[in-house]
């Protein structure tokens, strides 16, 4: 097992800012991927937690991502907000353009958001559950780096592609999913590697194309998509219509402009957002329905998505810390020397 | 093997048309219905062709769906058509609807059609194709009869709760994908449990909630998604966004108000339509960079969905006849007499 640390909220903030600040993001762009990437670490979710921060950071000091760039949010369609994002990270994009695209769900009752050149490296839950804490429903999908081998396929063509979903329930959270349409996320098997630990079958390729457990193999090689040729489908909606469709990269293209430099992923990324109310005549009876469906899926001893990353929550609250890799506050701590 | 028999395509035109006006729908209901199982037949999709004449027409001659309604097309919001399918079959409510559906997307950039109120048994594909042909990005969705129980679960919660999505592509099929959330579609099991065939593992629970691959014991206990909690996650989204949001019935609710009598599946659907034209500034750039997606898909082996009905749809517009199971043909010849 990996050394482990303790460190408190405050230190785990600290920390975040401080490697952001010093690597060359400027204060707007700094909170905004802060607290994404913290808010995965307090749910327990290390792969888009502060790990992340150590590619972030690279992709300024590298001068490839913008650190203090200004997203620019355009009025496009009666139902489509873009955002350029201009070589920025993605969450302050997010926070931009999301006024607007609130406001056009609840005109139309359903729009959508294009975020465009960004860079990508942070979870998309916290963005859904933005737009289920509005009483919206929410969509978000992005393509990432061509790591993963369609169904039947040898080489890496499309992204981990993660979708996200929320939908609000009153006087609770939202019940979120968020998934990579590949086997695993990309960080699971980098953290994987780092710890020399085996994966399990099915997760991915080596460069030959043949299944493999080595992680290091698997990075050099293509992972696989999640459900087989169904989740090879999907994967190709998400390449298609946060890629093409709102003209950026899918990622194969963005692995082309990474150039082997090993950045975060730089493309776009859709957000669909649906209002409820614009739909059925009556939110409480569309709420009651739902709460009868989750029911049903507790009931039967299923588990419905992110109760571990709730209770991961609810108990680092609780704490007053988190237990972190040792080794990567060490890196990171690095960062800020 | 069941035994089989080559009819052309104007006899099998024949005997669906004749089929549905002899157990009681009226001519624009015949005519939807049948196109939409007809295509299903000449792709060789067995279990959405001709096989659910059955339940379609009895549903009628038992005058649990309406054969004779008219759907009712409603402006609900500047993004959102609904229609009123008023208890009969979907095709007719797609048709009525798809207009303003096709209005709103290309006004707004992306639109929603909320179908309601209808009984669905036929394939989602040939609505997202309408779409496609309109040079739309489509997406559907529908819940069915809770046959199918959440991954860790032990029972049927879900439909099998199809999605299904079209790319337009210039000069050519569209790109198009319509897949069963279920490990597998609910009429393959129906087609094994009555050619006595065993399912595959992971298909399938008996009623006590224990793996079976018997097809029989399937059809009393519950269908499994496909790829574990990413499945079943994308099941519970169908159900919300085509239940509860729409304001419709989940596919507990639909079993609920089938109370035994085997009817197909009471609900409503949700369609989305998107214009690429909303979202860049050249839908050349857009096709072109799909299509090296597709490309990318392809130039290593793998396949692009739909391959094979294309190619059977070819195969039997040269053939001018389809293969069928000999003893569905007397079955449906007997619902004629």
């Known amino acids: 097992m990996a050394e482990t640390r303790d460190i408190t909220l405050d230190e785990l903030a600290s920390l975040a800012y401080a490697v952001l600040r010093h690597n060359g993001f400027g204060a707007d762009h700094t909170r905004a991927i802060a607290e994404t990437v ?33 997203p620019t949010v355009v009025d496009h369609a009666a139902a489509v907000v873009k955002v350029d994002a201009g070589g920025g990270f993605s969450p302050l994009a997010f926070e931009r353009g999301l006024p607007m695209l609130i406001d056009k769900a609840r005109r139309g009752g359903i729009a959508a958001m294009a975020i465009n050149r960004c ?51 009153p006087n609770n959270d939202p019940y979120v999913f968020d998934f990579a349409t590949s086997a695993i996320a990309r960080g699971d098997i980098e953290l994987h ?30 992972m ?56 059925a005549p009556d939110t409480k009876d569309q709420s009651a329905a739902a709460e009868r469906l989750f029911e049903g899926i507790v009931d039967q001893g299923a588990r419905l998505p992110s109760q571990r990353r709730r209770a991961a929550r609810r108990q680092t609250k609780a704490d007053g810390f988190v237990r972190v890799n040792a080794a990567l506050v060490d890196e990171l701590n690095q960062l800020i020397d």
Chains 1, 2 share one sequence.
């Not at 937690?49 to 590619?55: M, N, Q």
């Not at 780092?194 to 991915?204: N, T, V």
């Not at 709102?246 to 402009?257: E, K, M, N, R």
């Not at 950045?263 to 957000?271: D, R, T, V, W």
């Open 119 to 169: 860079f990508h490296l942070t979870a998309l839950w916290p963005e859904v559950e933005r737009l289920a804490a509005e009483n919206l429903v929410g969509l978000a999908m992005t393509p990432s780096h061509a790591w993963v081998a369609p169904f039947g396929g040898k080489r890496g063509l499309f992204g981990t592609n993660p979708l996200a979903f929320a939908w609000p329930r």
């Open 38 to 70: 913290l808010a995965a670490e307090h749910d327990a979710c290390h792969s888009h937690g502060i790990y992340r921060l150590i590619g972030i950071a690279q992709a300024c000091r590298d001068g490839v991502a913008d650190g203090g760039v200004a």
């Open 224 to 279: 696989l998509p999640f459900g087989g040729h169904k989740g090879s489908a999907l994967a190709t909606l998400i390449e298609l219509l946060a890629g093409p469709l709102i003209g950026d990269l899918t990622s194969g293209q963005s692995q082309q402009f990474d150039a082997g430099r090993g950045a975060a992923p730089f493309h776009g990324e859709l957000i669909i957002a649906i209002d409820p109310a614009a739909f």
């Open 193 to 222: 590697a780092r710890e020399d630990r085996a994966l399990q079958p099915g997760w991915a390729l080596d460069r030959t194309g043949a299944p493999t457990i080595d992680a290091h193999a698997a990075l050099e090689g293509a």
